[in-house]
């Protein structure tokens, strides 16, 4: 099982640029997560997902956007990077909310 | 103030030494879970609990729902114990994460 599978895992951005942030999980979870991580802070969630076709936003959605089209892939998409999304982002999936979750490897991104 | 609160921020120990990190919410929350994140960046999840205490070799989960408190203990603490460790309050739609606790353990 490789579990929750994140790439890339470092990106530098120039302010304007967009791209995607892939996740992949071979769990068969229903629930899947976005979240970022900045220095200090806790993990904050930016978007879930309770199954394929259904996602909603967490505490800091605004910048981001996310489609669930299958139950293995949970894609995150910045249309115009801007520097305060400098951060770690991590994709965790749990068979149920509230369920020990399986994290990815975290993608470290860089806005300049 | 933030819904999850951990104590200390940072701690340093000898090997050998027990280890003790708190974690108080303000939120209500179904459970309350641990999770460790390594030097790499790596976040495992380590407990999950709702009552009482949990656990698993040398490291101890509590939580005390009345004083909405939980600690995680480490005994015997070891060098590949540094990590940060999170705290995080499981609600019934979201969880909500302490800033974490970077431990440090010298040989």
């Known amino acids: 099982n490789a579990g929750v599978t994140q790439t890339p895992k470092f990106r530098i951005l120039k302010i304007g640029q967009s791209m995607t942030l892939q996740c992949t999980q071979d769990m068969n979870h229903n629930y899947m997560y976005w979240y970022r991580q900045d220095p200090g802070m806790g993990l904050k969630l930016i978007y879930y997902?309770?199954?394929?076709?259904?996602?909603d936003k967490g505490e800091v959605p605004n910048g981001y956007n996310v489609s669930r089209s299958t139950t293995e892939d949970f894609p995150l998409r910045l249309e115009l990077a801007a520097p305060s999304q400098t951060s770690v982002y991590f994709c965790?999936?749990?068979?149920?909310?509230?369920?020990?979750?399986?994290f990815g490897q975290g993608t470290r991104l860089t806005v300049v | 103030k933030n819904e999850v609160e951990q104590s200390p921020q940072n701690l340093t120990a000898q090997e050998g030494e027990f280890i003790t990190i708190n974690c108080s919410y303000s939120?209500?929350?179904?459970?309350l879970h641990w999770l460790q994140q390594h030097p790499g960046g790596g976040i495992v999840s380590l407990f999950m609990?709702?009552?009482g205490k949990k656990k698993h070799g040398r490291l101890i989960a509590t939580i005390n729902i009345q004083e909405k408190h939980s600690s995680l203990h480490i005994t015997a603490s070891h060098p590949r114990d540094s990590a940060v460790y999170i705290c995080?309050?499981?609600?019934?739609?979201?969880?909500?994460f302490g800033a974490g606790t970077r431990l440090t353990v010298k040989p």
């Open positions: 609990l709702s009552s």
């Open positions: 939120v209500g929350i179904s459970a």
């Open positions: 995080a309050a499981g609600g019934d739609n979201d969880m909500r």
């Open positions: 965790a999936s749990s068979p149920f909310m509230n369920t020990e979750a399986f």
């Open positions: 997902s309770v199954g394929a076709g259904i996602t």
